[in-house]
């Protein structure tokens, strides 16, 4: 018997692990925003158009828990609130950025595949 202990990932692969941190509609788009810079919420909300309030607060609540980024709260009246990426945000999207290349490159096919 092995008297190590073995460590069980909770994930099945590292894809899994990186889809548990940015899966969803919103998520890659708040981190292709953020990659550009620090936003303030109010920038945030008008470039990732159609999400709403409750669930863009909701996306970054979460992605500040699995350390991809960074709620900095000014404590002014009234309310200054910047968001940005973390190391480990930076790194995810750059890891991103090959997949942003490719829907830039395959746009017209994908809008043909999905109209009806």
């Known amino acids: 018997m092995n008297d190590k202990s ?3 990932s909770p994930f099945i692969c590292g894809l899994d692990a990186a889809l548990r941190v940015v899966g969803g509609k919103w998520k890659p788009l708040i981190l292709f925003f953020l990659a550009k810079g620090t ?3 109010g920038e945030l909300k008008r470039a990732v158009k159609g999400v709403s ?3 863009l607060i909701q996306q970054l609540k979460e992605l500040e828990a699995h350390g991809i980024i960074t709620r900095t709260d000014y404590k002014e009246i009234p309310p200054r609130v910047d968001y940005g990426l973390t190391p480990l945000g930076k790194a995810l999207a750059e890891a991103l950025q090959p997949l942003c290349v490719w829907g ?3 746009t017209p096919a994908i809008a043909a595949a999905i109209e009806p």
Do not use: A, G, S, T
């Open 39 to 41: 936003m303030r919420y």
């Open 6 to 8: 073995e460590h069980h």
């Open 104 to 106: 830039e490159e395959n």
């Open 53 to 55: 309030d409750k669930v």
